[in-house]
Structure formats: C-alpha cells, structure tokens
C-alpha cells in the first residue's frame, strides 16, 4: 500500500451565503484544480438560529451536482417545477442541477436551536451539463453503516466502501461520500484508489493524519456534533488535502475523531464559473444567465420527484 502524502492542510472560513446564512467554507470559488471535480464544500453549523433561518432563498443552478448531507436541524426545500420536501437529521439530498433549476433551501434548527450540515458541490462533464435535472433524496436509515472490528464506524453515502454500496448512484463523478467515526486511540488506514483527488473534513474530535514524514495535527472542537454544549472552537474545522496514494491513515485523538472522508475521479475540463452556475467556457456562462433574464433558462421537466 501506498500512503497518500498530506497535501495541504486548510481551515475552513467564516462566510455568508444565501440571504445571510452563517457558515464556514472550506474550499470553493478559488482554483480548484487539486480538487476536481468537486468545487466547493461548505459546513453549515450553526447554534443560533438568527444566523441561519434567512436560508437560501430563490436561486438558480446549472452544470453542477449539490450534496446536502444533514445531521442536525431540517432544510426545508422547494424548486420551480414545484417540487417540495424536508432534509432530516442523518438524510442526503443529491441534487443533479444539469441544464438548470431555480430552487431555495431553507435550514430549520432541532428543538435545542441546532443546525449543522454540509453541502458539496461536484461539477458536471461537459458531456452532461445540459441533462435534464433530477434529484435522489435518500433517508437516514437507508445509508448503509459499515463497522470494524475496532469500533470504527463508516456511514457510506455514495460509491463503494469495505463489500458495501451506498443508495446514491448514477453520478457523473463518480464519487465515494463517507462519513467516518474512529474511536479515541485508533489507527486505522482507509483505502482510497490511487487515480481519485481525495480530502478529509474533520468535524467532531481531534486526530492526526500520518504524513509521508509523519503525523500531521488536525485538530478540531473536542464536541460532538449532537452535544448541547455549542462549539467553542468552530474556527479550527480542518480540511486536509492529500496528494496521491492508495491509503489514508489517521490516528485518533483521545476524543476520538469523526471525518467527511471524500474521493472523485477528475474530470479535467475547463471551467467557468459565476456563482451558482458552472459551464466549461465563457460562453456557455454567458448564455445562460442571458436565459435567465430572458426567462428561457429552465428546459425541462426534472426527473425523480423530490417531495416527501
């Protein structure tokens, strides 16, 4: 096995988005050639509710895949085709934007006044940034949960992982979407195919990913996600970049350590990008936010319907 050196290691941004949704960002709008073909992924945790019901009101997409992933709170969601629903705790809406959909999202906190989930964005071949939109909403119970034999508990959202599948499929990437929990004082190695571009985002406890040179700190919050105790340390969420290899190895922390742990093939297309809509030239950007104040931008009717 080949160890995947440690590329980079980034701390995610404070942000506003939406209609002043606060949330941190740890990649996106900047070059994202070391992460193609993922574009962005934003940590929307949050424990006051007046820095996230605003949501994301009305907005369009195009050319692109979003990944809302919820653990706590709901996102109440809606699109102009007229589709509506509800993102629980521990449920994944993938959401296939292609030729375009006009959509809002809006985050309701849990009893305590809790929100916490991520939205991934991964981009579109050029092959397919014009096929008809369509959504898979997948509910917490039927994400599969693989376990070993020291305790290590593996959510697999999407993509292959240790014999199992996850219910997400048909997406363009080809992605493998994990959600990770090592317990406190483990090493454990993950394989991740050597051909993919492949991050870590730890969100719960503390651990150290093992570097080509040695062990690299990543620390985080020492909380749980579900603790009652809001985040004292929301600014030290970590993403680490790896270069390539066949394995990550990450040792745990003596809180233990929970990670998004996420692997794509890249696409290798040029990209333009304006806000919520990704082409692959100038023109094709251009083109469709001329449609969109045409009113000519959405072609067809989605399919998969997302209500529930």
Request: charged share 20%; with cysteine; net charge negative.
């Amino acid at each position: 096995m080949s160890l995947r050196p440690i590329q980079r290691v980034i701390a995610s941004k404070p942000t506003l988005e939406g209609a002043g949704v606060h949330l941190r960002r740890a990649f996106g709008f900047g070059n994202t050639t070391d992460f193609d073909p993922f574009l962005l992924l934003d940590d929307f945790r949050n424990d006051v509710p007046q820095d996230y019901l605003a949501g994301f009101p009305w907005h369009p997409h195009r050319g692109i895949e979003t990944v809302t992933y919820v653990l706590a709170g709901t996102v109440e969601h809606g699109d102009s085709i007229g589709n509506r629903g509800t993102i629980a705790a521990g449920d994944v809406q993938w959401m296939t934007a292609g030729s375009g959909i006009i959509h809002q999202e809006m985050p309701k906190g849990d009893p305590a006044g809790r929100m916490h989930g991520f939205q991934l964005w991964a981009n579109l071949p050029s092959s397919l940034k014009m096929t008809p939109p369509r959504y898979q909403e997948v509910l917490a119970k039927d994400i599969p949960v693989v376990k070993d034999d020291d305790g290590t508990e593996v959510r697999l959202v999407c993509g292959s992982f240790w014999g199992k599948k996850g219910p997400v499929d048909g997406i363009a990437a080809d992605p493998i979407y994990l959600d990770v929990t090592v317990p406190p004082g483990r090493r454990k190695s993950l394989p991740v195919e050597t051909t993919r571009h492949a991050f870590a985002y730890v969100f719960s406890g503390s651990g150290k990913f093992c570097n080509a040179s040695g062990p690299l700190a990543a620390p985080t919050e020492p909380v749980s996600v579900l603790d009652t105790t809001p985040p004292a340390l929301a600014e030290n969420r970590t993403l680490v970049l790896f270069d390539r290899g066949d394995e990550v190895v990450v040792e745990a922390g003596d809180d233990g350590i929970r990670f998004l742990l996420i692997s794509g093939r890249p696409l290798q297309e040029p990209v333009a990008w304006y806000g919520p809509i990704v082409m692959n030239t100038p023109d094709e950007l251009q083109q469709a936010f001329t449609e969109l104040r045409e009113g000519t931008f959405l072609k067809e009717t989605e399919r998969g319907h997302a209500s529930r």
